[in-house]
């Protein structure tokens, strides 16, 4: 499976940006579809996972209640929406796919390329 990240920027304090991953080359209806990002100088770390067959969603607590991640099966497409933005979530993203995904980035086989998010006090 081929997958194309898109929908990273420049975004104030506060504000809201919408990341998409778009998945090529075979179904991701047996899949675990999740975001990781990578701080500047850090290890990349888990964000959001969504089990695409049951829609269930995982997320890590930095993230919780400002994040959600959701899919459209129409377009083989997940989403991860970004509210209340913070200077700390300042990352490149990443999207990962695999059928036994988990939140550990070693739980993913197949990544797309990152996109820049860059929240700004």
């Known amino acids: 499976v081929q997958l194309q990240a898109s929908g990273g920027g420049i975004v104030q304090a506060g504000g809201s940006l919408r990341l998409s991953c778009v998945a090529s080359?075979?179904?991701?209806?047996?899949?675990?579809v999740a975001w990781f990002r990578q701080p500047p100088g850090k290890e990349r770390e888990f964000v959001a996972a969504?089990?695409?067959?049951?829609?269930?969603?995982f997320y890590a607590d930095s993230v919780k209640g400002r994040f959600t991640i959701s899919r459209d099966n129409a377009k083989s497409t997940v989403y991860l929406q970004m509210n209340s933005l913070k200077p700390d979530d300042t990352a490149v993203y990443y999207c990962?796919?695999?059928?036994?995904?988990?939140?550990?980035?070693?739980?993913?086989?197949?990544w797309g390329q990152g996109t820049q998010v860059t929240v700004s006090s």
């Open positions: 990962a796919a695999d059928y036994d995904g988990g939140v550990g980035s070693n739980d993913y086989d197949y």
């Open positions: 080359g075979r179904p991701l209806s047996s899949d675990a």
């Open positions: 969504l089990r695409w067959s049951f829609g269930t969603t």
